[in-house]
């Protein structure tokens, strides 16, 4: 149902039988303090779990960029222990540590004197690859994250725009298959649109690798909608909240995660929960010309549907989507599918839509079968 829920072999939601093998990076009591006595961190005690992006949000100065730099040491803790991949990140070189990790911010941080396959190619030649196999992975990455590398390899920096500025960097962060990729702000200086199509084009990226993924941003619409969970900052580097999207939507811990999620959690939970097989249900056939949805598609695009069915927009005949209904077709239906496909699941209207959003922010019931239930 949920738009960040992990593919199935990534863990899920569920604490139920993970064990510390399941974390990619866990910081124990962690804090940061400098010369000055500013506390930026006070006593951090977070994991984040393999394959996941743990979205962290918060106001500024809140500490979740120092929380971030100190996974790769560009910011010391001052005590405490951050355990990466099983190795205390205290303990390794700095270089070879950082070489280790993707690392993407938000001015992107390319070379201007190298062309883009040079600059993704960077890492790699770092760690000794031989030029040959460097040069193929950078394509391969171009590739990836949507540029023709015969028509964007040999351009520089500044011949690219915001967008593919931020692609390339995502590409260089990820050249060398790193198990763990930290992003402060990745998308904060590209304009809204683009900023869109860059979090789905990331989105789609990180499930097809299963690269475990730490985000830093200010934008609550960004955490929710890129995170399999978020952590939600107060001043001090304390975690108000650490839960999947809809809970810290549609369920504020604290005062400060009510504030940080505003008026708007109904229109953002719409637009991070999904069309399930379990929300079509039985009934007549709509008309041929009434709307589809599929399975995967977002609520408030159901909903939409849903509305042009009850007006009869979109050019259908007189009666098409009566009531309102959109049929449901599965998501690996033809693209141009019809509601007379055969694979037809069902239909919905406006009371599944909300229905199923229903479903999505109840809490899951207590297991009976555990004593302390």
């Not at 990534?10 to 500013?38: C, L, M, N, Q």
């Not at 070489?99 to 030649?125: E, K």
């Not at 229109?267 to 949805?293: F, K, M, Q």
Request: glycine share 10%; hydrophobic share 40%.
């Amino acid at each position: 149902m949920v738009d960040n829920q992990p593919l199935d072999r990534r863990p899920g939601s569920s604490t139920s039988g993970r064990t510390a093998a399941d974390d990619a990076i866990v910081f124990e009591h962690v804090r940061k303090e400098y010369a000055d006595g500013t506390v930026a961190v006070g006593d951090l005690s977070l994991a984040v779990r393999r394959h996941e992006i743990l979205a962290l949000v918060g106001p500024s100065g809140c500490g979740k960029s120092t929380t971030l730099r100190m996974t790769n040491r560009l910011v010391e803790p001052t005590s405490g222990r951050i355990v990466v991949e099983g190795t205390d990140v205290t303990r390794e070189d700095r270089v070879r540590l950082r070489r280790s990790m993707g690392y993407v911010i938000q001015s992107v941080g390319l070379f201007p004197h190298r062309t883009v396959a040079q600059n993704v190619a960077t890492v790699p030649g770092l760690v000794g690859w031989d030029r040959r196999r460097a040069r193929a992975r950078a394509s391969e990455l171009l590739e990836l994250v949507g540029l023709d590398p015969d028509r964007y390899g040999k351009r520089y920096p500044h011949e690219l725009s915001g967008g593919e500025q931020q692609r390339v960097g995502v590409a260089r962060a990820l050249a060398t298959d790193p198990p763990v990729l930290l992003m402060d702000e990745p998308f904060g200086a590209v304009d809204p649109a683009g900023r869109r199509r860059l979090q789905e084009e990331f989105h789609r990226i990180q499930r097809e690798l299963g690269t475990t993924v730490m985000l830093v941003t200010h934008d609550i619409d960004e955490a929710v909608r890129l995170g399999d969970r978020v952590a939600v900052f107060s001043r001090g580097g304390v975690v108000e909240q650490l839960d999947d999207p809809v809970a810290v939507l549609s369920r504020p811990a604290t005062d400060a995660v009510s504030d940080l999620v505003g008026d708007g959690a109904p229109v953002r939970l719409l637009g991070i929960t999904r069309v399930s097989r379990e929300d079509a249900t039985a009934g007549g056939p709509p008309a041929p010309d009434a709307p589809v949805v599929r399975v995967g598609d977002t609520l408030a695009a159901a909903l939409e549907a849903v509305a042009e069915a009850s007006t009869g927009a979109g050019g259908a005949e007189a009666g098409a989507g009566v009531g309102g209904r959109v049929a449901v077709l599965p998501s690996d239906a033809p693209a141009d599918a019809r509601a007379d496909h055969p694979g037809v699941l069902g239909t919905l209207d406006a009371a599944g839509v909300l229905a199923a959003l229903r479903r999505a922010v109840e809490p899951e019931p207590a297991d009976r079968s555990d004593p302390a239930a």
